[in-house]
């Protein structure tokens, strides 16, 4: 069975023996977990991230998932590029944490998913930082002392957060092959028109708006993302935006 979930940023809580156990989701095996962007495990090669790796080399279960904003982008490009279910991956623990690449499509359990991690950071307040700036001491203080959030360029921040045009155009063209047609989507963040209904202070960007067309010309059986950190599905139940709830993929057919 093929399970769906939000943002985790690191903590893995949510998918404790306990905590599915106390939930009745039965993961087993034969099932995959997929994470819908900042899953986070990908961060910094410190003791977390080893005690993350062992951890889930020991789960039942596989989990896959997209790019959020808040992955290190230098640290996943260090895994090499492998074939898997019929799309470009990255193996960060062999055969239990497997990355879908942008502008892919998968088959799973005889079900086809496009998936396109990335999404862009909101969180920044208190401005963009880079440590080679003169004034990166001041602009750094000045953003803690007012309690705004901050990023650092390189360290929480990496401008591979949005696509490429080479990466968009290979999602166009997987799709083109498949006649524009997929049993589900599954991005981090969410078509322009959707988000303003969500987020109305966010932005468009060229992912969003890259969704845009995709909704346009896409003929799919649902899309799920996250990013917003929200449990929802629209009225047409065609769209669901995944935080801490764990859905089988069956309840949304």
């Known amino acids: 069975?093929?399970?769906?979930?939000?943002?985790?940023?690191?903590?893995?809580?949510?998918?404790?023996?306990?905590?599915?156990?106390?939930?009745?989701?039965?993961?087993?095996?034969?099932?995959?977990?997929?994470?819908?962007?900042?899953?986070?495990?990908?961060?910094?090669?410190?003791?977390?991230?080893?005690?993350?790796?062992?951890?889930?080399?020991?789960?039942?279960?596989?989990?896959?998932?997209?790019?959020?904003?808040?992955?290190?982008?230098?640290?996943?490009?260090?895994?090499?590029?492998?074939?898997?279910?019929?799309g470009k991956v990255r193996h960060i623990v062999r055969d239990k944490v497997i990355l879908l690449e942008r502008g892919q499509i998968f088959n799973i359990e005889g079900k086809s998913f496009f998936t396109f991690g990335g999404a862009s950071s909101h969180d920044m307040q208190g401005g963009l930082l880079d440590r080679n700036d003169p004034d990166f001491d001041f602009c750094l203080k000045y953003a803690r002392n007012n309690w705004l959030p901050y990023r650092i360029i390189g360290e929480s921040w990496w401008a591979q957060e949005l696509p490429s045009e080479d990466e968009m155009q290979e999602g166009l063209n997987n799709l083109k092959a498949v006649d524009y047609k997929v049993d589900y989507v599954i991005t981090h963040c969410c078509a322009s028109n959707l988000q303003r209904l969500i987020k109305p202070n966010y932005k468009n960007d060229v992912l969003t708006d890259y969704f845009q067309q995709l909704e346009e010309r896409l003929d799919y059986k649902h899309w799920f993302f996250g990013h917003y950190h929200e449990d929802a599905t629209d009225e047409e139940n065609r769209h669901t935006v995944v935080y801490k709830r764990i859905l089988p993929i069956e309840e949304v057919d």
């Open 1 to 86: 069975m093929i399970y769906i979930t939000g943002d985790m940023h690191n903590d893995f809580r949510r998918i404790s023996n306990k905590n599915l156990k106390k939930n009745n989701i039965p993961l087993s095996e034969e099932d995959y977990l997929i994470v819908c962007g900042d899953f986070g495990l990908c961060w910094a090669r410190d003791r977390t991230f080893e005690w993350g790796c062992n951890w889930f080399a020991q789960t039942k279960f596989t989990t896959l998932w997209v790019q959020g904003n808040h992955e290190n982008y230098d640290m996943i490009a260090e895994y090499p590029l492998e074939e898997w279910h019929g």
